[in-house]
């Protein structure tokens, strides 16, 4: 018997090792720093109250932007907002959605439609990750909902508000992780019901489908002034994967987390 089937063999010759080398080097490159003054701007960001969201909401602030942010815990938003406003002298408010919910993702889209100001940055960064399969109340495979559907239905319902602005920023935090999703997207089991789940798998699957659906956005953008990009923040040390089991919260804390760069490369990253 074969130790490598066909169709793996022919993925290994056609894929793009360039891309993987390229990857490691930006990996270990430190980001450039932009000086660019936001002040009076708008940063709308999801999922600012831990890791690389809440770095970055620091660091538009600390250039003068103004902060919105969707969260789905008041209490953290309360605090990030009297942290921002009282050290930077900007406005820093929220929005309360959990994104796992296709409801309350669309109410944090109205509200952001409603809004008379103009959105200078958009930056959709609330994730999760987790070992297990969750299912949201919608029945949604979780991390296909919040990284992927919460981010297209905001962009959805906000596009041609950015389009008559003339001028916008998009900014999706992806991850190298899309990898993970080798042999694409299986768009006969978006919810993993015929496949046994894998996080990593799925995790890559919904990053995946982010980057796919980024391309049709751009194409609609185009020649507008809105931009629309994805980013890899970098490998650093965020709460991620808190929700998993022990044994994880385990290998994150004593193998992972040793090994990663504090999240303000990531704010850096993004602000560039
Ligand atoms: N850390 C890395 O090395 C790395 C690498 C590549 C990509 N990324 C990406 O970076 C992004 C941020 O991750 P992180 O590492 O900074 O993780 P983190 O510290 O766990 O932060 C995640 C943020 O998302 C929010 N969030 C999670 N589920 C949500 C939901 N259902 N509704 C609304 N908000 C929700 C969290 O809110 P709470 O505070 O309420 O939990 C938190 O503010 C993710 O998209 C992740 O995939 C991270």
């Not at 009297?82 to 109205?110: G, M």
């Not at 650093?236 to 044994?247: A, L």
């Amino acid at each position: 018997m074969a130790l490598i089937d066909k169709r793996t063999l022919r993925y290994i010759k056609e894929y793009r090792w360039s891309n993987v080398v390229e990857m490691i080097r930006n990996n270990r490159r430190s980001p450039d720093i932009c000086e660019e003054d936001f002040t009076g701007k708008l940063v709308v960001i999801s999922g600012a109250t831990s890791g690389i969201g809440y770095a970055t909401a620091r660091k538009y602030a600390s250039k003068g932007a103004n902060i919105l942010c969707i969260n789905r815990n008041p209490e953290k938003s309360e605090k990030l907002k009297d942290e921002i406003e009282k050290e930077f002298n900007v406005k820093c408010n929220y929005i309360i959605a959990d994104l796992s919910s296709i409801e309350q993702t669309h109410n944090a889209s109205s509200k952001l439609l409603e809004l008379t100001t103009a959105i200078d940055v958009l930056i959709h960064n609330a994730g999760v990750y987790f070992t297990r399969k969750q299912v949201t109340a919608d029945g949604i495979e979780y991390l296909f909902m919040v990284h992927y559907l919460s981010s297209f239905i905001i962009n959805y319902i906000l596009k041609e508000k950015l389009k008559a602005q003339g001028n916008s920023r998009i900014i999706l935090v992806s991850s190298e992780g899309y990898r993970f999703a080798a042999w694409g997207l299986r768009l006969d089991d978006l919810n993993w019901e015929k496949r046994r789940y894998s996080g990593l798998k799925s995790y890559g699957s919904a990053k995946l489908a982010q980057l796919l659906t980024m391309l049709l956005f751009d194409d609609y953008f185009r020649v507008s002034g809105v931009t629309i990009n994805a980013m890899h923040p970098g490998a650093v040390k965020t709460d991620s994967g808190q929700e998993n089991g022990k044994f994880y919260k385990w290998f994150k804390r004593n193998i992972l987390d040793k090994a990663l760069k504090p999240p303000d490369i990531s704010a850096d990253r993004i602000f560039k």
